[in-house]
């Protein structure tokens, strides 16, 4: 199947390429997807690349894409439809990922490694877009 990257991630032709009515609601939310992978990359110890190529499959691989899917709905509260078009998977995947995470919760080593991965994205600067630095004289708000 063809397929486009945007935002760094794999999208599949079989859907359109904009997925919001607002194109920089999108922009802002692959660029939340991309920073949780980013920072589930590297508390894993794995690569983005690694993280973001749909063709690489193995038990550590699948389950950093299933924390970076759960953090980025429970830190940015993206729902299951947005966040499956963003990862180019199905809602009822990301669903699973949100559940299997959940569940991994009970070990409490885990748990720490989430929360300190929750509290770094909460804390993590928002995207400039180009029509915010436009609206105010070439600076961000």
């Known amino acids: 199947m063809p397929s486009d990257i945007i935002g760094g991630l794999m999208m599949p032709h079989k859907q359109p390429l904009i997925y919001c009515r607002d194109t920089q ?36 691989l699948r389950f950093a894409r299933q924390v970076a899917m759960y953090l ?6 993206l729902n ?21 995470v959940e569940e991994s919760r009970d070990d409490g080593v885990f748990d720490l490694k989430l ?11 928002k995207p400039v877009t180009p029509a915010l630095v436009s609206l105010n004289g070439g600076m961000a708000t």
Do not use: W
């Not at 692959?30 to 063709?55: R, W, Y």
């Open 80 to 100: 299951h439809t947005h966040l499956g078009r963003i990862f180019a998977k199905d809602r009822s995947t990301i669903s699973h990922a949100c559940k299997v």
């Open 25 to 60: 609601a999108f922009a802002v939310q692959s660029h939340q997807a991309n920073l949780a992978i980013a920072a589930v990359s590297l508390e894993f110890g794995l690569t983005e690349l690694d993280m973001k190529n749909p063709e690489r499959q193995n038990r550590q």
């Open 115 to 125: 929360i300190r991965l929750e509290n770094f994205l909460r804390q993590a600067p």
């Open 72 to 77: 980025a709905h429970v830190v940015y509260e």
